[in-house]
């Protein structure tokens, strides 16, 4: 699947992996809070938004994890996932945007227990709120592995991850690729070197 739009893709979705945590995993970030629906819109579809994250976490599971499980020299077979929710607000969830929310759980379902942890940064009252409604719809096993934490978590980042590994935008240290898309661009990680 050649998905010939990720560059403005993530231009209006800034995500990607970069980077493994302390443990050798791999690390997946969005900024969820940063999403332009109006431009993703104009440059990918829903369909191909939908390939291109199947082809993504089987990229995972062919690729990042093996590579991973090399490096660290032990099996290496979940990740670590942040979502910085900056930004949001219950605005951010209208128009087609519940639609791909609900296609995109379906991807995640076929991807059961790849997810070590994910942790939530910049959640405010507004989200917390929508948080403690919907997480009774999901599995109390992916509840329990989710953290969601306010605008002080540069701390509990850095007990997981080392602040080389972490983006600058994020607490950390790594500003990589700044001229070419910054880390999120990267996709910084051992399985670059296989």
Known sequence: FDYVELYEVKRYYPHGYHGVDKEGKPIYIERLGK????????????????????????????????????????????????????????????????????????????????????????????????????????????????????DKYKSKLLEMIDESELPNFLGGSCSCCEDDGGCLSSDKGPWKNS
């Open 35 to 150: 999403v332009n629906v109006k431009g993703l819109a104009k440059v990918t579809t829903l369909d191909r938004y939908l390939k291109y994250q199947t082809e993504q976490h089987e990229t995972t599971i062919s690729i990042r994890f093996p590579a991973c499980s090399l490096a660290a020299d032990k099996l290496i077979d979940r990740n670590i996932t942040i979502i910085d929710v900056e930004g949001l607000s219950l605005r951010s969830f209208t128009g087609p945007v519940p639609q791909v929310l609900v296609q995109l759980r379906n991807i995640y379902d076929k991807y059961p227990e790849t997810m070590s942890k994910m942790v939530i940064v910049n959640a405010g009252p507004g989200f917390r709120f929508l948080w403690n409604a919907v997480k009774c719809l999901f599995d109390p096993s992916t509840v329990a592995k989710i953290q969601v934490l306010g």
